[in-house]
């Protein structure tokens, strides 16, 4: 069946460590997005891409980084220059049909 | 004004109960609008889209309405499963990008 595989599901990262958040989709999707999530709110958008080796900044894009090498994968960096990293990351992918999201990875800084 | 504008809630309704959620909009050239349900600690699935001229699916009902910037969702006879987040959602333009509400949460008691 095709969807959108996030991993890990949760994630422990040490002050000043780097992360990557993996989100590989087999639905064939040309655009793919990051969002965050913190409790009691809504998703904001960290990156997007439309195409291959094309990617934008979306609303918090501090502190992250994002590649777009293979049309499948869109992995997320949580750098240690997020101040706050402690969230629920959402990875989704889109065509003209609609949207799907990945079931998160949740990310918590020890 | 926010983006995308939402009643937090708490509702806290019995079974059975009929509740309606509002979502206002900023962006007049916004051109998809949706609800998704969020349940705790798990990723947005795709409520329902909703259409110009409204729309039904079972107990839920959405509407738009254009001119005063706003979508609602209706949901009659209330049941326990109903119990969950729900996140309207705007598609920002050509680009796709979507913006989230931060969610109304509903509370189905016994």
């Known amino acids: 069946d095709g969807g959108i595989t996030q991993s890990p599901k949760y994630l422990f990262r040490k002050e000043g460590q780097n992360v990557t958040l993996s989100c590989e989709q087999n639905?064939?999707?040309?655009?793919m997005y990051w969002y965050r999530q913190d409790p009691g709110q809504g998703l904001r958008l960290i990156y997007y891409?439309?195409?291959?080796?094309?990617?934008q900044k979306g609303d918090i894009a501090e502190g992250y980084s994002v590649s777009r090498e293979k049309k499948e994968s869109f992995p997320l960096t949580v750098t240690s220059a997020q101040k706050n990293p402690t969230a629920f990351y959402l990875c989704?992918?889109?065509?003209?049909?609609?949207?799907?999201f990945g079931s998160g990875t949740r990310l918590t800084v020890v | 004004r926010k983006e995308v504008e939402q009643d937090p809630g708490p509702f806290n309704v019995p079974e059975g109960a009929t509740v309606a959620f509002n979502c206002t909009y900023s962006?007049?050239?916004?051109?998809?609008f949706f609800w998704y349900r969020q349940d705790c600690r798990k990723e947005p699935k795709l409520l329902m889209s909703?259409?110009?001229s409204g729309n039904e699916d079972g107990r839920f009902t959405a509407q738009l309405n254009r001119a005063s910037q706003y979508i609602s969702l209706l949901i009659r006879d209330s049941k326990l499963s109903d119990s969950a987040t729900y996140l309207c959602?705007?598609?920002?333009?050509?680009?796709?990008?979507?913006?989230f509400g931060q969610g109304t949460t509903l509370q189905v008691k016994p």
């Open positions: 959602v705007v598609n920002w333009g050509a680009k796709g990008k979507l913006i």
């Open positions: 639905l064939n999707h040309d655009a």
């Open positions: 989704a992918s889109s065509s003209p049909d609609g949207y799907t």
């Open positions: 891409s439309q195409i291959v080796n094309d990617f």
């Open positions: 909703v259409y110009s």
């Open positions: 962006n007049s050239a916004s051109q998809s």
